[in-house]
């Protein structure tokens, strides 16, 4: 018998053990559980360490939000910081590919659905839902299925269809940026204030100033915190903070 593992992930505790034991009576399920973000990304890199990986993840969609809207994050290395679901969900799309995340929600929200398979979740299921259904949904993504509620696809296929408007004008203004510039932007990207972005590209900080007064112009905002955005809904990456190769001269001057 071929045994499914899965993780859950949720800072409730109880909902988390209960959930979990209910799996766990499932013949053909292996289960553990994770009380944040930071303690499942561990979980996951020690399984996969050991040559057992989860094969999927149900996350909360609020976890460690606390009543709050979760606010998307870089997923961060310290077990301190909190990671919020849809963070935890890209974290894991990027760290593990072959891992599959269901968010587990206290109500719909279209717009969040559509954040949580932008990131790279293949479900959206209400926490209430039956432990048969959730079984089913379980099943369902190991075979490349996605899954939502019927009330929920008319809202997130709106939310996606905004989406892509919005990355495609970003994407056009992030084509306006210079080649350095936009080595800049990725910098910015990966949380770097200029004195580490001008170390960085061999740059003085006056020189990187300007550069980053001009990707600001270029982009139309008038903060790092909103080019960061719009470059992240363009689709640009942060710069790689190790073993990156860096132009010294020549045009990225």
Avoid at 61 to 67: K, Q
Avoid at 131 to 155: F, K, N, S, Y
Avoid at 161 to 166: D, G, M, N, S
Wanted: hydrophobic share 50%.
């Amino acid at each position: 018998m071929v045994r499914i593992r899965v993780l859950v992930v949720d800072d409730h505790r109880i909902f988390a053990e209960s959930l979990a034991a209910a799996l766990a009576a499932e013949p053909d399920v292996d289960v553990a559980a994770a009380g944040s973000g930071p303690a499942a990304l561990r979980c996951l890199d020690r399984a996969a360490g050991e040559g057992r990986r989860f094969d999927v993840l149900l996350v909360d969609a609020d976890l460690g939000v606390a009543g709050a809207p979760a606010v998307a994050r870089a997923v961060p290395d310290d077990a301190e910081t909190v990671v919020d679901g849809i963070s935890l969900v890209a974290g894991v799309r990027s760290a593990q590919p072959a891992v599959r995340t269901v968010v587990l929600a206290e109500r719909d929200d279209p717009r969040r659905a559509a954040l949580a398979l932008q990131a790279g979740a293949s479900g959206w299921v209400a926490k209430d839902c039956s432990l048969q259904r959730l079984l089913a949904v379980i099943r369902g993504v190991l075979r490349d299925e996605t899954h939502l509620a019927p009330a929920l696809l008319t809202g997130v296929l709106r939310e996606l269809t905004a989406a892509r408007k919005h990355r495609t004008e970003s994407e056009q203004l992030v084509e306006s940026l210079t080649p350095r510039e936009r080595e800049v932007l990725r910098c910015m990207v990966a949380g770097l204030g200029r004195k580490a972005v001008a170390e960085r590209l061999f740059l003085s900080p006056h020189t990187v100033r300007t550069h980053m007064q001009n990707v600001l112009g270029k982009l139309g905002v008038h903060s790092t915190l909103a080019a960061v955005a719009l470059a992240r809904r363009a689709g640009v990456g942060p710069a790689e903070l190790a073993g990156d190769v860096v132009e010294r001269g020549g045009q990225l001057a």
